[in-house]
């Protein structure tokens, strides 16, 4: 039996139900995924820019990622403001925090200080006026606005106007000690999950309601049409080779001879 992570997000619940309740081959986390970027399970959800720090152990599969165009994290404050001063981050391994990064270095941002606080927490710490800006992912998008925040800044479209691909936000990693043929068995049935998934999409109803932060269904329903899509099904491999391409120019990890994916 493989240890597999996975968030509690829509995205996640939607695309791995059928593999989770189909096989008994998995025991499975769910938790946030700034704590899955620690590399602590053999099979593991991980952001883009995570990977980069833990590739000596993992290498990536091509299923069950999440990436895409206008699927970016949201800069966002209570009014509208210039980019500066403190601002919440949902993890400094998160690709989130890389593409803050990068609107510094395009010229769409001041002095900032990040503050590293739980994704779901920084919509509230934002009103607040804890900080003075947050980078919102997963159901941030959906629900800032009507809780009194505004955009200042999609990233994701950042990223799209600098880079002209889309924008790979979270990837399934396996260890590399356990081969190539282990890899592939993961890869291929973690795309029939999300096939089911795609042919079948009430089957995951009550998995996915039972662990969304979020719970109006039509939130959840838009956070699945968004961020599952051909990408889940089959990473794009360009553009995540340029996103660790640009964390290496940050200085946040070394340079790596060996291959990105497992196979």
Request: aromatic residues 6%.
């Amino acid at each position: 039996m493989l240890t597999l992570g996975i968030s509690p997000c829509p995205n996640d619940t939607f695309g791995f139900h059928h593999l989770i309740h189909s096989s008994d081959g998995y025991d499975l986390t769910l938790d946030d995924v700034e704590v899955l970027n620690r590399g602590e399970l053999q099979v593991t959800k991980i952001s883009v820019a995570g990977f980069g720090f833990l590739r000596d152990r993992y290498a990536m599969l091509r299923s069950g990622g999440a990436a895409g165009y206008g699927v970016g994290p949201l800069l966002v404050a209570a009014e509208q403001r210039e980019v500066g001063g403190r601002i919440a981050i949902p993890g400094r391994r998160t690709t989130a925090a890389l593409l803050l990064r990068l609107l510094g270095d395009v010229g769409g941002a001041g002095e900032f200080e990040t503050v590293e606080m739980r994704f779901d927490l920084i919509e509230d710490a934002v009103l607040r006026g804890e900080v003075d800006a947050g980078v919102l992912i997963h159901e941030g998008r959906f629900t800032h606005a009507e809780k009194g925040l505004v955009a200042l800044h999609d990233l994701g479209e950042v990223w799209e106007s600098k880079m002209h691909a889309p924008i790979p936000l979270g990837a399934i990693a396996i260890e590399r000690s356990l081969g190539a043929a282990t890899a592939r068995r993961v890869d291929s049935e973690i795309r029939q999950s999300v096939e089911h998934a795609l042919a079948h999409p009430s089957d995951s109803d009550d998995f996915v309601r039972e662990h969304a932060q979020e719970m109006d269904p039509a939130v959840m329903r838009s956070h699945i049409d968004l961020y599952v899509n051909d990408y889940t099904l089959d990473l794009d491999e360009s553009a995540v080779e340029k996103l660790l391409e640009v964390g290496e120019g940050m200085g946040l990890y070394p340079p790596s001879d060996l291959p990105t994916f497992a196979y």
